[in-house]
């Protein structure tokens, strides 16, 4: 079955830095495009980058354009999510995502950025 584990969240202080890791099983990853989304609280779910299969295409919510780099290692069916220069405004729940005839998610990582 499909599994999608996140991991490296947690709590750091605006304008440091994380990567988040999303370990993936169940499915022949490198043929597949992955995403990363967000839930902030009280608000929906976003889809803030993209990458395809080959990792050739990226592509990335306005918001986080130039913070945020998507990167995937087919060899350990691996996604990542580096995410510098991180604000307030970024503490949510973060989740990788494939779609293979519906949507599979992981469990999420909450990020939060405080001072």
């Known amino acids: 079955q499909v599994q999608l584990v996140e991991s490296g969240g947690g709590l750091v202080q605006p304008g440091g830095s994380l990567r988040l890791s999303c370990a993936a099983s169940?499915?022949?990853?490198?043929?597949?495009?992955m995403s990363w989304y967000r839930q902030a609280p009280g608000k929906e779910r976003e889809l803030i980058a993209l990458?395809?299969?080959?990792?050739?295409?990226?592509n990335y919510l306005e918001d986080v354009k130039g913070r945020f780099t998507i990167s995937r290692d087919n060899a350990k069916n691996t996604l990542y999510l580096q995410m510098n220069s991180l604000k307030p405004e970024d503490t949510a729940v973060y989740y990788c995502?494939?779609?293979?005839?519906?949507?599979?998610w992981g469990q999420g990582t909450q990020v939060t950025v405080s001072s």
């Open positions: 995502s494939t779609h293979i005839s519906q949507r599979f």
């Open positions: 990458i395809t299969s080959d990792g050739h295409i990226t």
């Open positions: 169940g499915f022949t990853f490198r043929f597949k495009t």
